[in-house]
């Protein structure tokens, strides 16, 4: 594999460190290059991300990054010129993130294990609002006026519904649940739900369902076994999945793969935590999540041996040791265990 590493900013770094060193220890034929993309660089230079390295990405099978933002820089910067550009420019098309109650780990639920709470949001990843659509009119007057407009369309709501399917489909329910805001978001919401009426038909042995976001954030909290997959257009995807990642342990377990489909890019593999100012460099994040987005990046590159070893040694160490990790165990130490264990 051909990865660049884009440690990043903050916990980023600490947290990437033992991602690689569980990769070593997969023994996967690996070539790695870090870009120091970040806080620092823009800092110092003003660059962001510099075309001449967003070309020079491209030619890589999988990017790991740590997190983008930075105390000294204004909030939106970082993330907009690193991830969200990587997203958009290598048409990163899927946000694949899984909700997954790990054995040993407390969910913010009470009384909920891991038997209730493992399922996979597939957030699109390319627009919505996330395009940037709208403006701004007579800023700071009384009279200001402000537009943002969400972009849908059939090819990327289509792309990410038959991914769900075809993920449904290796999960012993196969199930499909739909995600929107159909009852007001009539234009967008009626595009996502004809495509997925449309697409389900092509895959008879799935069960399908529909909620609407809100209810899907109720039924998070009160019955986190309905789900097995759930579709659904970028913010609602962000938003749900920060819920997810409170159900099964928080932040530092939730990873994420941002899937190009195509094969004319690299794939882009993060932790869907921040960088974590208030505690970087003191050796207290918790890497787990980084290691499972390494788990991910393993399995969809097809190193599906390398990523079982990944996933049962990230199993075997948080079970035993999860009440401990930000406590009484480094980030270095489980990042340690992981790579013995695999
Ligand atoms: C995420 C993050 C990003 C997003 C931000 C940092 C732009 O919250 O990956 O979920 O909104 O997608
Ligand atoms: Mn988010």
């Given at each position: 594999m051909k990865i660049a590493l884009i440690p990043g900013d903050g916990v980023g770094t600490e947290v990437l460190a033992e991602s690689v060193k569980v990769l070593d220890a997969t023994g996967v034929a690996a070539e790695t290059h870090t870009y120091d993309l970040g806080g620092e660089l823009y800092l110092r230079t003003g660059e962001v991300l510099p075309d001449s390295v967003l070309a020079e990405l491209r030619d890589f099978d999988t990017i790991l990054l740590g997190a983008v933002g930075h105390p000294?820089?204004?909030?939106g910067i970082l993330e907009r010129g690193i991830l969200l550009r990587l997203r958009f420019a290598f048409d990163l098309a899927v946000n694949l993130r899984p909700v997954k109650l790990l054995p040993g780990v407390d969910s913010a639920l009470a009384a909920r294990g891991p038997a209730d709470i493992d399922f996979v949001v597939v957030r699109e990843n390319t627009e919505g609002l996330y395009a940037g659509a709208g403006g701004t009119l007579r800023e700071g007057s009384a009279h200001e006026i402000a537009t943002q407009e969400s972009v849908n369309t059939r090819l990327a709501a289509e792309r990410c519904i038959r991914f769900a399917f075809d993920l449904a489909a290796d999960r012993p329910r196969n199930e499909v649940m739909l995600c929107h805001k159909t009852n007001v978001l009539t234009h967008a919401g009626g595009l996502w739900q004809r495509t997925f009426d449309d697409v389900s038909a092509e895959y008879p042995d799935a069960a399908t369902s529909y909620g609407h976001v809100d209810a899907v954030c109720l039924w998070m909290v009160?019955?986190?076994?309905?789900?097995?997959v759930v579709v659904t257009e970028n913010l609602f995807g962000d938003i749900v999945t920060d819920l997810g990642a409170a159900i099964s342990g928080g932040l530092g377990y939730a990873a994420s793969g941002n899937l190009n489909?195509?094969?004319?890019a690299p794939s882009m593999f993060e932790p869907v935590?921040?960088?974590?100012p208030d505690i970087a460099g003191q050796g207290k994040a918790n890497p787990v999540a980084a290691i499972m987005s390494l788990w991910m990046a393993l399995h969809r590159a097809g190193e599906r041996d390398a990523a079982d070893r990944v996933l049962a040694a990230i199993e075997k160490v948080v079970a035993d040791v999860a009440p401990r990790i930000g406590t009484g165990l480094s980030t270095a130490q489980v990042g340690d265990d992981v790579a013995e264990a695999v």
């Amino acid at each position: 594999m051909k990865i660049a590493l884009i440690p990043g900013d903050g916990v980023g770094t600490e947290v990437l460190a033992e991602s690689v060193k569980v990769l070593d220890a997969t023994g996967v034929a690996a070539e790695t290059h870090t870009y120091d993309l970040g806080g620092e660089l823009y800092l110092r230079t003003g660059e962001v991300l510099p075309d001449s390295v967003l070309a020079e990405l491209r030619d890589f099978d999988t990017i790991l990054l740590g997190a983008v933002g930075h105390p000294d820089v204004k909030p939106g910067i970082l993330e907009r010129g690193i991830l969200l550009r990587l997203r958009f420019a290598f048409d990163l098309a899927v946000n694949l993130r899984p909700v997954k109650l790990l054995p040993g780990v407390d969910s913010a639920l009470a009384a909920r294990g891991p038997a209730d709470i493992d399922f996979v949001v597939v957030r699109e990843n390319t627009e919505g609002l996330y395009a940037g659509a709208g403006g701004t009119l007579r800023e700071g007057s009384a009279h200001e006026i402000a537009t943002q407009e969400s972009v849908n369309t059939r090819l990327a709501a289509e792309r990410c519904i038959r991914f769900a399917f075809d993920l449904a489909a290796d999960r012993p329910r196969n199930e499909v649940m739909l995600c929107h805001k159909t009852n007001v978001l009539t234009h967008a919401g009626g595009l996502w739900q004809r495509t997925f009426d449309d697409v389900s038909a092509e895959y008879p042995d799935a069960a399908t369902s529909y909620g609407h976001v809100d209810a899907v954030c109720l039924w998070m909290v009160l019955d986190p076994g309905r789900f097995d997959v759930v579709v659904t257009e970028n913010l609602f995807g962000d938003i749900v999945t920060d819920l997810g990642a409170a159900i099964s342990g928080g932040l530092g377990y939730a990873a994420s793969g941002n899937l190009n489909l195509d094969g004319t890019a690299p794939s882009m593999f993060e932790p869907v935590h921040g960088s974590a100012p208030d505690i970087a460099g003191q050796g207290k994040a918790n890497p787990v999540a980084a290691i499972m987005s390494l788990w991910m990046a393993l399995h969809r590159a097809g190193e599906r041996d390398a990523a079982d070893r990944v996933l049962a040694a990230i199993e075997k160490v948080v079970a035993d040791v999860a009440p401990r990790i930000g406590t009484g165990l480094s980030t270095a130490q489980v990042g340690d265990d992981v790579a013995e264990a695999v």
